[in-house]
């Protein structure tokens, strides 16, 4: 019979292993989503896409582990606590965002000076500064200070993705609602789980995020529903690469909320709910891929125009 300590050695290697194969996965698929996604559209193809959905990748996941983190802590309480990756996180949105404007330089040809005093730039600058500045939060004696900088970040995101003439409050209130539950969704299940992880199976941490989940998913799916609405015409769904982009993270959605009821439902009764949860948490992953090769597509909504 194998003891149990050499069970736990030989399972670590092989769980570090399938992190290390996803990571290179998500990478490969952001590096070649949007391509594959315009094949056959007819749309302009955007400059550097694979470049800028990796690196929209990175502040996304840096958001939310960091927001993700800051919630996760007040749900698990007393206890002991998983290592923070909050200050890491930030670092490496930081870093992101400084390759995005650089990435932006060279692709429009300006220097940075001009960049700078672009819309895009400007936001760019102060995204990279937010992160910088939550960076500093999580690495103080008041880690929940960052909640400021990355307030600014979501408001920054926000602003960028929605420069549209008419309504863009609607829009930017949307995206900030959207964004923030989105990253509480991933983030915090990430810290959950960790939590369990460390502590060994502590049920009532997972409870007590189910519940606060639930308002979280009604936020996601209400906001997701009114953005759609109004930046996708229906008859241009599957003819556009933003469209059938979309339609994939509406499936991995609804396969992660499957889950997650799931979870819920063997909490309730005893059973085991860290495996759906696990895999609730892998799919949510896909959905931040998709999301962030979502964000550099051209928006099927100029075409009506």
């Known amino acids: ?27 490969l698929l952001a590096l070649i989503g949007a391509g594959v996604a315009q094949t056959g559209t007819g749309e302009l193809r955007v400059p550097a896409a694979g470049t800028t959905s990796l690196l929209r990748l990175l502040v996304l996941v840096a958001l939310a582990v960091h927001l993700g983190e800051l919630a996760g802590v007040r749900l698990a309480r007393d206890g002991p606590l998983p290592r923070s ?81 008419t309504s863009p409050a609607v829009g930017v209130t949307l995206t900030v609602v959207h964004l923030t539950a989105a990253s509480l969704w991933c983030g915090g299940l990430l810290y959950v789980l960790r939590t369990l992880r460390l502590r060994g199976g502590d049920r009532a941490v997972l409870l007590r995020y189910a519940r606060v989940a639930a308002w979280i998913f009604t936020a996601l799916v209400v906001t997701g529903t009114c953005s759609t609405l109004r930046r996708l015409p229906l008859d241009l769904v599957l003819t556009t690469a933003y469209g059938r982009v979309l339609l994939a993270k509406l499936a991995l959605v609804a396969t992660a909320s499957l889950l997650a009821l799931t979870a819920r439902h063997r909490l309730l009764h005893d059973a ?20 962030a090769i979502l964000t550099v597509l051209p928006d099927p909504h100029w075409l009506m125009r």
């Open 272 to 291: 085991d709910a860290e495996t759906p949860a696990r895999i609730e948490l892998c799919v949510l992953g896909a959905v931040v891929v998709v999301s």
């Open 85 to 165: 990756w909050s200050a890491p996180a930030s670092v490496a949105g930081a870093a992101a965002t400084a390759g995005l404007i650089l990435l932006f330089a060279a692709v429009s040809g300006l220097g940075l000076t001009t960049v700078y005093a672009t819309r895009e730039g400007k936001l760019l600058l102060v995204t990279a500064n937010a992160f910088a500045f939550a960076a500093l939060c999580a690495a103080s004696r008041r880690p929940g200070l960052a909640l400021a900088p990355l307030a600014v970040v979501v408001g920054a995101e926000a602003l960028r993705a929605h420069p549209e003439p």
């Open 1 to 27: 019979m194998t003891p149990t300590g050499s069970a736990r050695t030989s399972i670590r290697p092989t769980a570090a292993a399938l992190a290390v194969i996803a990571v290179l996965a998500a990478a």
